[in-house]
């Protein structure tokens, strides 16, 4: 059970505060849901209380574990050389499971890939999104303003680049 105020991950959606609980009836049923802010685009999301865990909702990391993430992205890409339609299946699973590390592993290898070869559009989107799920929870982890995050992480991955 999560409180108010938590730090909270969606899987595919990224970090948010749990800002309230509500009560909705939907289809003549009445159910709790948490109602979480999202920092990166203003968004909100209800998510059914009795629901978080088979959707995989977990605290955000710790501002210790951060440091564990920019490894990742300084780690060399792992190019997966089947078509893209195969990646791109391989790729959703890793952001399925909401799992930060796995993400870091997706924006790393996909922002490689686009850099030597293209990516696809569908890639291109996914790259997009699992960039979005990193920089918020980062964000949140350690209470900095989103846009430096992500020029932080570009930053590291650009350095990555020079090196490959």
Not at 18 to 38: C, N, P
Not at 73 to 84: F, I, P, Y
């Amino acid at each position: 059970m999560f409180n108010l105020g938590d730090k909270v991950v969606y899987p595919m959606h990224g970090a948010g505060v749990i800002e309230t609980v509500e009560q909705k009836e939907i289809l003549g049923e009445i159910k709790s849901y948490y109602v979480l802010k999202m920092p990166v685009g203003e968004m909100k999301l209800m998510i059914p209380v009795d629901n978080v865990n088979n959707i995989g909702l977990r605290n955000v990391i710790d501002e210790e574990v951060v440091e564990s993430v920019y490894d990742i992205l300084r780690q060399s890409a792992v190019l997966n050389d089947s078509n893209w339609n195969k990646r791109f299946r391989d790729n959703m699973i890793k952001m399925k499971t909401g799992d930060i590390f796995e993400v870091a592993q997706v924006v790393r290898d996909l922002t490689y890939r686009d850099r030597e070869r293209g990516l696809s559009t569908g890639e291109k989107k996914m790259l997009v999104s699992a960039k979005q799920m990193l920089i918020s929870e980062i964000a949140l982890s350690t209470n900095k303003d989103g846009k430096g995050i992500q020029e932080f992480l570009d930053n590291i991955i650009n350095e990555d680049a020079l090196k490959q």
